[in-house]
């Protein structure tokens, strides 16, 4: 028997996004509104739609103005949208070849979603909100507590897990919020403007909790526009009209986030 | 355990909106309660009319004096029947569809006993065979006999209500009453055959046909000849051997100018019967459409609390949640609308059925109460799935949007 050995280690490991020429565009004719465009196509002149890697571990930031698509991008990239054309691998699996079902998991597994508006439902409990995704995930009531209750004591929410939103603050709320997104333990966390509705202390309580769970290996992406919040990124990509104008590097991909790193080495 | 965690989810969003939650059930539970209720009306009515048939006393044909075609030929040509007409009726030989023959002069009088008076609804004069033919069973005592009418001796039978009446608690069985000035000595009691149109049936005195006539009509003509048909199916043989036999003794040569009537009760009441069953199809159908109004109760007020909760659904679709949980989570809801609302809907028709309704004594019908509530609920199934699936499909951005 002959075993074919490949030791070569691949140079580049299987970026968790990847997207090619991903264009998304709203209405018709001399309505249409390119969301997202990517820069002109020599060849048509149409928009050649928007390219881009991320790697598994990475911190990025996006910004721009308002109206340049940063919603929009993470829309598709939290499979809540659909691109008008233009493919996405996520893990290396094109998400345009799933049907509702699988994509239902894809969402419920591999992605936590953070919304500026915090997005809790009503007259749910935070325990109860927190353990939602398990109980779609088909985990057992005991297991689901368990682990629902741990994350909330990670945001530092444990004793008020039995509060409903309304008996709870904005910046309560959204930790609630990154416990629901981060109890799955799913490898990519997605925050559209998770800071945009809070006060300063707030704001420093939920990048904290994001830092660390980069620093645990997730990859996160992370709308803002506070030049404050990028600082904490290890790439910030800026985007205008529906392009990527600027794309930089703060950190390696494969070290800490700069501000936990920094708060190590004051300390 | 996700049934469970389900069943919950739509408990709380229906407890969310009480009033609205209320009214919805509201409209099921009267859509139910009346369709087993107004069945129930028609069932009874219809129950009621057999229990006539039968205590009417099956095969009798009644004779009247009166042409058949109505009332356009002259009165005088009319000839009244005669206790003759009923002898040669009863001496038929060759009829084997006749079994008994009975005239019957029917009268109102006064009867006294004691100190007491009391009007019965009717006196009849008849031979025996009236009793059979008429259904009417001695409960204490004894019939009249053929002698008795040969004799024409002064007995009578009293009915239920009429020997309340004159004797309350007390035996009548032998006693002396005194009908229109005459004594007579009571025989029998007759069963209570229980009233269900206007006049009681057991509030009455049988006697013989010629004391009768002795006593109050005179021996002129009778008012009716109750005659029995040998089998249900003989009597159409019995009406054309009747026919036949009085247009002998009236010497009528033509048919169609009989200046007698033939009826058979209980064809009658069997027409009026089928009237009922129209009666019961037509109450059930607008009983079906207060279901159906009720239905799309449902429907309208889940379309409202999916339209209310589309953002809840985008957040629930961005944690994850699959189409079969969100589908089954709204079908829950209309569900459990459905089955709360029959099941009140349920107790409500049959401790409604406690009353009778209009005169009637409503007689629920078992399967009414089963099928109301499977419709009920297949309602609530089939209204609810519109609005579950329009949820379900929604695209998790477009729910996410929706303000
Ligand atoms: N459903 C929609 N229908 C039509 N146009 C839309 C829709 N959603 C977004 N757009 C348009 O797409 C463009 C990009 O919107 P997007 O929400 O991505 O902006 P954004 O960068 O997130 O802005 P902000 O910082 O204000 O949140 C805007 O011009 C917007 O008007
Ligand atoms: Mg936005």
Sequence with gaps: ?267 | MILWQTLRFAVGGLAANKVRSALTMLGVLIGVASVILLLAVGNGSSQAVKDSITSLGTNSLTVSAGSAAGGSRATSSVKKLTVADAKALASDGDSSAIKSVAPVVTTSGTALYGNISYSPGSIVGTYPAYFETANQKVAHGEYFTDDDVLGSRKVAVLGATTAKQLFDTEDPVGKKIVLGGTPFTVVGVLQAKGGSGFTDPDDVVIAPLPTVQNAFTGFGPVNQILVQAASADTTTAAQAEITRVLLGTHAIADPSKADFRITNQASLLTARESTTKTFTVLLGAVAAISLLVGGIGITNIMLVTVTERTREIGIRKALGAPRAVILGQFLTESTLLSVIGAGLGVAAGLIGSHFSIVGIKPVVIPESVLGAFGIAVAIGLFFGSYPANRAASLRPIDALRHE
């Design chain 1, 1 to 267: 028997m002959r075993h074919v050995i490949d030791n070569r280690v691949p140079a580049h490991p299987v970026p968790v996004i990847r997207i090619r020429r991903l264009t998304k565009s709203y209405g018709h004719g001399d309505a249409t509104v390119h969301a997202l465009r990517g820069p002109d196509d020599p060849e048509t002149g149409g928009p050649a739609g928007v390219g881009l890697d991320i790697e598994q571990g990475d911190y990025v930031a996006v910004m721009g103005s308002s109206g340049s698509g940063k919603s929009t991008l993470m829309n598709i990239l939290g499979c809540l949208d659909v691109p008008t054309s233009g493919r996405y691998l996520l893990d290396g699996i094109d998400v345009g070849h799933l049907d509702e079902q699988q994509l239902s998991l894809v969402r419920n597994r591999k992605i936590g979603f953070v919304f500026q508006s915090f997005n809790l439902i009503p007259r749910t409990t935070a325990l109860a909100q927190v353990e939602l995704p398990l109980a779609y995930a088909g985990v057992r009531t005991a297991e689901r507590r368990r682990r629902a209750m741990a994350a909330l004591s990670l945001v530092g929410l444990a004793e008020r897990a039995g509060h409903k939103p309304n008996e709870l603050s904005g910046g309560q709320q959204q930790r609630v919020a990154v416990a629901r997104a981060l109890v799955t333990a799913p490898a990519l966390l997605l925050a559209d403007e998770p800071t945009g509705n809070l006060d300063s202390r707030s704001t420093e309580e939920v990048l904290a909790l994001i830092d660390g769970l980069n620093a645990t290996g997730r990859t996160v992406v992370l709308i803002t526009h506070e030049d404050e919040v990028a600082r904490h990124a290890k790439r910030v990509l800026r985007l205008v009209d529906g392009q990527i104008v600027d794309d930089v590097r703060q950190a390696p991909v494969d070290g800490p986030p700069p501000f936990l790193y920094e708060a190590e080495v004051r300390a």
